[in-house]
Nanobody, 123 residues
Framework: QVQLVESGGGLVQAGGSLRLSCAAS????????MGWFRQAPGLEREFVAT????????YYADSVKGRFTISRDNAKNTVYLQMNSLKPEDTAIYYC????????????????WGQGTQVTVSS
């Protein structure tokens, strides 16, 4: 089992920045690919970004490419999502998740999920 706890969400004006954190406990953190997803009201859960086991490779959704940066610190068992140039359409609950598969964008391929953190971007 892997337990994931997100933090760092909040209310920000358009153009602003937030950094989300996801702290992991349980099994060896570096054994897992980590991802960030988001879900807005009435919409399906959407892939945002993923990072491989070592942190040496990343992959982003087109909608966030160039604005968001995913990173991880295996010594701290934490994955981050730096979000810059935020837009109102980025408003959603953001979830981190752990997978055994690299570069997968499908929620069903992720085995463990956090409880989510709300990000609200005002116009």
């Amino acid at each position: 089992q892997v337990q994931l706890v997100e933090s760092g969400g909040g209310l920000v004006q358009a153009g602003g920045s937030l950094r989300l954190s996801c702290a992991a406990s349980g099994r060896t953190f570096s054994n897992y690919v980590m991802g960030w997803f988001r879900q807005a009201p009435g919409l399906e859960r959407e892939f945002v970004a993923t990072i491989n086991w070592s942190g040496g490779d990343t992959y982003y959704a087109d909608s966030v490419k160039g604005r968001f940066t995913i990173s991880r610190d295996n010594a701290k068992n934490t994955v981050y999502l730096q979000m810059n140039s935020l837009k109102p359409e980025d408003t959603a609950i953001y979830y981190c998740a752990a997978s055994n598969s690299w570069r997968t964008v499908t929620p069903s391929q992720y085995n463990y999920w956090g409880q989510g953190t709300q990000v609200t971007v005002s116009s």
